[in-house]
Every structure is written in C-alpha cells, then in structure tokens.
C-alpha cells in the first residue's frame, strides 16, 4: 500500500504513520520529493482500510498497490531512481557506456580494454571472472585470479567494475572485487542468489532471463529490493524467440515498457542481444533512442582470439566508433556522455 503525506505534513505526522504501520506489523519504504513524502507498507495490509490510513493527521491518500512488485513500482516511487556506483551514476541525465571483454583473460589484456575503454568516455568496466557456459568443455573463467586482475585495473584507470556472481556462496568473495554484482540471464530467477545479494547493499545489474516477460523481470529485481537493496539496475539482453539469425532477439520495447512501470534505471546489452558484431552498434543506438540509460557491450583487443564470445565483442576501434555515436544520440534527447566532446554544443557528430 502507498501512503501519500499532504504538502506540507509535518516530520512529526510523518513518523506517526510511520509507527502506525509499523505496530501493524508492515515494513515501511520512505521516498521523499521536493513537495510530499511517500509512504510504502510493505507487507500484509488488509489489516488496515485506506479509508482508516486517510483519516490520519497529514495522510492525503493511501492507495493499494496491485502489480506484485511493490518497492519497484512506480506507484510508490513516481521519480526514476538514479544508482550510484562508486562514482559512475546510471539513471540520471549522462548515458552510461559500460565496456570490456567478455571474459578475463589476462592482465595485458584487461589493460588494453580498459584503456580504450576509458578513453571512449565509458562509466564502468565490465569483465567476467566466473562464466556460465553452455558447454561444460568452454573457458570458464579464470575465478579470483580475474577478480584480482580486475581490481588492480579499476585502480589504474579509475573505472568501477561489474561482473558476474553464480551463486549466493560467491555474493561475499565477488563483493570484495567488484563495485556492481551482475546476475547474468540464466541466473534471473535463481531466488537464493537475488536474496543474497539484497543482503549484500553491493548495486546491482539484474539481466532480463531469455524466456522471462517483463513481469517476472520485475518480480525478480523486486527479490533484491525486499531483502534490503535499492540499487538496482535492469538491462535488457535479448530473449528466445523463433528468428535463427542473431543470437536472441533484443526486446527494446522493454526499455519504455519497464520504464513505465518501474522508478529503476533499464539499460541494454547489444552484444547478447544480437550476437554478431556488425549488429552491436546500431541496436546500441537504437537503445538509447528507446530511452535506455546506458548500454553495456563486450570489447576485446583481438576479437577473433577471445576465449568467448569473440563473434559479438567489438574491437577497440569500434568502441570508440560506438562511444561518439551515442553521444551524438544522447545531445539530440538532452543528455550526455562523461567526458565525450559530444557534450560540447558545437560538436558535429559523426555520420551514420
């Protein structure tokens, strides 16, 4: 249920509804405006009558809320959130380009990606040192060796890092590396996993499972928020349809649809969504068209090399391709790029 405070109640009226609900057993979301503060009662609330909650010195409505996600709707949280994440800030007015390989290969390697990385103007570095994969004969990652690796380049190059967690036995280890814990697509509705890493307060980067709707997306970042975690972030990656051609088919009708009905930042993953790397640029431009809040893409020196995932990773070359595209996208919808000249009102963007 959400409780509405008139403009202008008191901190003290406030916090009696706040007991209030609280005595009836509700755990309670505060999100204050410029002009009112709102309410969540999370929990069982046929107890208590709207009617009852509006009778209340400063109440001005108390609503029901039906969507099974509570703490993520927008119902209860009107404004976008913005994540913060060790100084990268994903849901305001800059668009977030996350970057690097797919998988930690080495340091050398790592160095150069995030390199280019940081010099294309991206606000994250992205690099998997557990992968889940298909074949149980594939590179599976390089484990705490290439969390290490990654910490020791996020201090060289001033970028934070995203990577992946598989399991709530890894919440704790992933979190001493990494400033963002990534839930990967296969792992969306693993419920133990989100429940630890709502505990953990890491932010996190919950992906949209191949065979998931919009909804069990949502009620899945709804696991995370209810055991205790508001930074979270939604990225769109693609989903199983019939078409053969690309990897899934990116859902970027998803971005405006979770928006809708969501206060979180959404961003897109190209690079799973398509699987092919002449693909990755355009469906990337597209996404913030669509109003994501950044994209996420996989970058390797030498692409055809990579141990995975090298068919959809961009080389160095094309992340930048890539970084002054979407700047020049951002600067026609009002927003920006960190450190992109395409801030600069007189830039000229590249053609397309």
């Known amino acids: 249920m959400i409780v509405v405070m008139r403009c202008g109640a008191t901190a003290e009226e406030t916090e009696l509804v706040k007991q209030r609900l609280t005595q009836a057993g509700l755990g309670i979301h505060e999100s204050t405006g410029e002009e009112r503060t709102i309410l969540g009662a999370i929990g069982d609330v046929r107890k208590l009558a709207p009617e009852t909650i509006e009778s209340w010195p400063g109440v001005e409505r108390a609503i029901r809320i039906l969507e099974p996600y509570k703490l993520a709707s927008r119902k209860l949280k009107p404004q976008p959130s913005v994540v913060e994440c060790n100084g990268a800030m994903i849901g305001g007015p800059e668009v977030v380009l996350i970057a690097g390989p797919c998988s930690v290969e080495n340091l050398d390697m790592l160095r150069l990606t995030a390199r280019a990385a940081r010099d294309a103007g991206a606000s ?174 996989e970058a390797h020196p030498d692409p055809d090399k990579a141990l995975s995932d090298g068919a959809q990773s961009l080389d160095l070359s094309q992340l930048g391709i890539l970084s002054t595209r979407l700047a020049g996208i951002a600067r026609v919808l009002g927003r920006t790029m960190r450190n992109h000249p395409g801030n600069d009102p007189g830039y000229q963007p590249e053609a397309v």
């Open 124 to 297: 994250m570095l992205r690099g998997g040192a557990f992968k889940p994969r298909t074949s149980p004969y594939s590179f599976q990652g390089l484990g705490r060796e290439g969390l290490e690796m990654l910490a020791e380049v996020r201090s060289e190059f001033n970028l934070p890092v995203v990577t992946e967690v598989m399991a709530p036995e890894q919440v704790e280890m992933v979190s001493e590396y990494a400033d963002m814990l990534q839930i990967g697509a296969r792992n969306m509705q693993n419920f133990s996993l989100l429940q630890e890493v709502g505990r953990s307060k890491k932010p996190a980067l919950l992906k949209r499972g191949m065979m998931s709707s919009i909804d069990e997306w949502l009620q899945a970042a709804e696991y995370i928020l209810a055991y205790g975690n508001m930074q979270v972030v939604l990225c769109e990656r693609g989903i199983r349809t019939f078409e053969s051609y690309t990897r899934n088919t990116l859902d970027l009708s998803a971005v405006p649809a979770a928006k809708k009905f969501c206060h979180l930042p959404v961003i897109v993953d190209p690079s799973h969504g398509t699987g092919k790397r002449d693909l990755v640029i355009p469906m990337a431009m597209a996404a913030i068209a669509a109003g994501a809040d950044g994209v996420i893409v």
